[in-house]
């Protein structure tokens, strides 16, 4: 079984940084490929950033590119996205998912998920 919980969420002024943890409970943690999407109020849940087994392969989505970082330590079972230069419009609930088809974008190839941590951008 795997778990997923995430932290790091919170309040923010537009402009300002956070930074997402995700601890996974999984032996096999560094065989998958770890993502972050989120969910706004009254949309879907949309792909944020995925990166490699290895961590050498990372993918974002063009809404975030150039503003957030993802990363993870396969010693400590963790994946952080940090999230700098935040906007209003990122103002969503973000997930944490584990999958095993590398860079995959799609909610459907990430079989396990965390609760979600609500992330709120004032501006």
């Known amino acids: 079984q795997v778990q997923l919980v995430e932290s790091g969420g919170g309040l923010v002024q537009s402009g300002g940084s956070l930074r997402l943890s995700c601890a996974v409970s999984?032996?096999?943690?560094?065989?998958?490929?770890m993502g972050w999407f989120r969910q706004a109020p009254g949309k879907e849940r949309e792909f944020i950033a995925a990166?490699?087994?290895?961590?050498?392969?990372?993918y974002y989505a063009d809404a975030v590119k150039g503003r957030f970082t993802i990363s993870r330590d396969n010693a400590k079972n963790t994946v952080t996205l940090q999230m700098d230069s935040l906007k209003p419009e990122d103002t969503a609930v973000y997930y944490c998912?584990?999958?095993?088809?590398?860079?995959?974008?799609?909610?459907?190839?990430?079989?396990?998920w965390g609760q979600g941590t609500r992330v709120t951008v004032s501006s």
């Open positions: 999984s032996r096999t943690f560094s065989s998958y490929t």
């Open positions: 990166v490699s087994w290895s961590g050498g392969a990372t």
């Open positions: 998912a584990a999958g095993l088809l590398p860079g995959s974008r799609r909610r459907n190839d990430y079989a396990y």
